[in-house]
Nanobody, 122 residues
Framework: QVHVVESGGGLVQAGESLRLSCAAS????????IGWYRQAPGKQRELVAF???????HYADSVVGRFTISRDNAKNTVYLQMNTLKPEDTAVYYC????????????????WGPGTQVTVSS
């Protein structure tokens, strides 16, 4: 089982960038798909992006062209580079991992970490 910890959030102005990190423990990290999710106040958690074990990526329409997900299996880390941030990107960002893409896509996880807060001011 892979355990993950999110970091890298902060307060930025609209148009600026942040890079989030998802550090994972466990020897099977490279075999897992990793998803980044976010939950804004009063809204449901939503998938932002995921990357498969083979490096295939998927993005929510709202972040296409602005966010990039990548993985470094040697460091057991997945990154989410967020550029041209908008106030509507403000949320707590979470990552999670599973060998099955369907689990990652549908966020069918039994537990979540604390996440990392991203706040974008206008």
């Amino acid at each position: 089982q892979v355990h993950v910890v999110e970091s890298g959030g902060g307060l930025v102005q609209a148009g600026e960038s942040l890079r989030l990190s998802c550090a994972a423990s466990g020897s099977t990290f490279s075999a897992n798909a990793i998803g980044w999710y976010r939950q804004a106040p009063g809204k449901q958690r939503e998938l932002v992006a995921f990357i498969s074990s083979g490096g295939t990526t998927h993005y929510a329409d709202s972040v296409v062209g602005r966010f990039t997900i990548s993985r470094d299996n040697a460091k057991n880390t997945v990154y989410l580079q967020m550029n041209t941030l908008k106030p509507e990107d403000t949320a707590v960002y979470y990552c999670n991992a599973d060998p099955l893409i369907a689990t990652v896509f549908y966020a069918d996880f039994g537990s979540w970490g604390p996440g990392t807060q991203v706040t974008v001011s206008s």
